[in-house]
């Protein structure tokens, strides 16, 4: 199994320009989430999604749209990207949303919005 | 989910045990104990989790408190590829929303280990 896999690893965005983060896991797994982490501090959530056709909302979700179309793919959409979208951003599966399943996090993708 | 604290970070010289400790005191009855590290330019990966009693698995040991009020996460013989930030994060296991399955991460301590 691959795993968690995450593209592009690096990207440099123009303020105002749109982009989408890809995320795919081949674990079958209903559950996946991404994070963004700014530096030195934790993650934070930004959407999720518990299967195909479902997501919600996490902690800081204001600029990001994403969708479920497969149980595989996880993309995160950048509408318009800001200076302040400068972060890592990780996408993670689990098993399922039942407790306790352990997550599973992607390498990560390094944005830089100028 | 009730709140933890880390220290910022510790040293280790390699070879020798590590003990990182979790301060948990407003943790309920209800919360398990989770550990996860991230390397450096990595995703975290999980390390271990528990409830009440000491868990043991190939990565590390969780000793936990009577009380549960805190927890430590221990390294057996530190090598230098375990060089990373280590977060003790606590989770429900009532919250049978979709919200879960969320992991709030803090600030985590940052292990460095000496050759």
């Known amino acids: 199994n691959a795993g968690v896999t995450q593209t592009p690893k690096f990207q440099v965005l123009k303020t105002g320009q749109s982009m989408t983060l890809q995320c795919a896991q081949d674990?079958?797994?209903?559950?996946m989430s991404w994070y963004r982490q700014d530096p030195g501090m934790g993650l934070r959530l930004i959407h999720y999604?518990?299967?195909?056709?479902?997501?919600d909302q996490g902690e800081v979700p204001n600029g990001y749209n994403v969708s479920r179309s497969t149980t595989e793919d996880f993309p995160l959409r950048l509408l318009s990207a800001a200076p302040s979208q400068t972060s890592v951003y990780f996408c993670?599966?689990?098993?399922?949303?039942?407790?306790?399943?352990?997550?599973?996090f992607g390498p990560g993708t390094r944005l830089t919005v100028t | 989910d009730a709140k933890t604290t880390q220290p910022n970070s510790m040293e280790s010289n390699e070879e020798e045990p590590v003990h990182l400790p979790c301060n948990h005191s407003?943790?309920?009855?209800?919360?398990?104990i989770h550990w996860y590290r991230q390397l450096p330019s990595q995703g975290p990966e999980y390390v271990i989790h528990?409830?009440?009693s000491n868990v043991n698995n190939r990565m590390a040991s969780l000793a936990i408190a009577e009380d549960r009020k805190s927890s430590t996460l221990i390294l057996h013989r530190a090598t230098l590829r375990d060089a990373a930030v280590y977060y003790c994060?606590?989770?429900?296991?009532?919250?049978?929303?979709?919200?879960?399955?969320?992991?709030?991460f803090g600030g985590g301590t940052r292990l460095m280990v000496k050759p």
């Open positions: 674990m079958n797994h209903e559950y």
């Open positions: 994060i606590l989770r429900d296991r009532n919250m049978n929303n979709n919200a879960g399955n969320m992991l709030t």
């Open positions: 993670a599966s689990s098993y399922s949303m039942s407790f306790p399943y352990e997550q599973y």
């Open positions: 407003t943790i309920s009855g209800t919360d398990y």
């Open positions: 528990g409830l009440t």
């Open positions: 999604s518990v299967g195909a056709g479902i997501t």
